[in-house]
Nanobody, 111 residues
Framework: LQLVESGGGLVQPGGSLRLSCVAS????????IGWFRQAPGKEREGVSC????????KYGDSVKGRFTISRDNAKNTLYLQMNSLKPDDTAVYYC?????RGQGTQVTVSS
């Protein structure tokens, strides 16, 4: 399974972004998959994850109520809708499954 993220960018505090992760090589609906982020000087942080069907989702405490994970298995794509963004959300965001991850997409929240 190969993963390619997109949708990152520069946004002001309080703004929104939607990240996408397109999978190829295998059908996404076989996999539990999620997002984590890595900021300079900080430990890797799990953001959210989704069961293979999307019926079960989990969120890190720092993003609960602001971020929403979803998946469209027909399009082999995972999404992360990020609202009410804060400067502390600045990081490289990766989608990942048990055996690999994408190359990441940079999210910068700054005025």
């Amino acid at each position: 399974l190969q993963l390619v993220e997109s949708g990152g960018g520069l946004v002001q505090p309080g703004g929104s972004l939607r990240l996408s992760c397109v999978a190829s090589g295998y059908t996404l609906d076989y996999y539990h998959i999620g997002w984590f982020r890595q900021a300079p000087g900080k430990e890797r942080e799990g953001v959210s994850c989704s069961s293979s069907t999307g019926g079960s989702t989990k969120y890190g405490d720092s993003v609960k109520g602001r971020f929403t994970i979803s998946r469209d298995n027909a399009k082999n794509t995972l999404y992360l809708q990020m609202n009410s963004l804060k400067p502390d959300d600045t990081a490289v965001y990766y989608c990942a499954y048990t055996s690999g991850r994408g190359q990441g997409t940079q999210v910068t929240v700054s005025s």
